[in-house]
């Protein structure tokens, strides 16, 4: 993902890129900060919250084709995960992924988990001990939360 932003980035930037082009090497030369750090590389395409959110779902929402070709959809190891929170064995899940697959193969089983992925779903989320299953995401999703406070960045 970080190495097809960097190719949008160069483009946009008027550099031509083909198979051969090295992408560390660009933003070393181009960029602002760590690429793998992602905030500068996702500001230099998109200037708000929402055109970042726009510019990430091309990397994580199904298309029709996607989906019959299984492509971006929840694989044997995020169904074994939502099959031992349906019965109860998982409660919580620490995840450095910001896709919606394990959320989308867990409520699959009928069971709605809490995803926790910004400061404002902390602050509002209910007790552990109440929910059948919570997902802490640490690098946050790439797309806000329904019952989240929204971010003003």
């Known amino acids: 993902m970080v190495e097809a932003l960097v190719r949008r980035a160069a483009v ?6 083909d198979e ?6 660009w933003w070393d030369a181009h960029g ?3 690429a793998l750090g992602y905030s500068n590389l996702l500001e230099s395409l998109a200037s708000t919250s929402a055109s970042r959110r726009a510019l990430l779902a091309g990397f994580f ?12 959809i929840p694989n044997p190891a995020h ?3 939502a099959a031992l929170v349906k019965r109860g064995l998982v409660r919580v899940i620490v995840t450095t992924n910001f896709d919606r697959l394990l959320e ?4 699959a089983t009928g069971v709605s988990p809490q995803v926790i992925s910004s400061e404002a779903a902390i602050a509002g989320m209910e007790p552990l001990q109440h929910v059948p299953c919570t997902i802490l995401k640490l690098h946050g999703d790439y797309a806000p939360l329904i019952n989240a406070t929204p971010s003003t960045s």
């Open 12 to 17: 946009a930037g008027g550099s031509t890129v």
């Open 61 to 72: 929402e199904t298309t029709e084709e996607e989906r019959e070709a299984g492509l971006k």
């Open 20 to 25: 051969d082009f090295d992408t560390e090497a």
């Open 79 to 81: 169904h074994t995960i």
């Open 32 to 34: 602002d900060g760590d």
């Open 104 to 107: 989308r193969a867990i409520e």
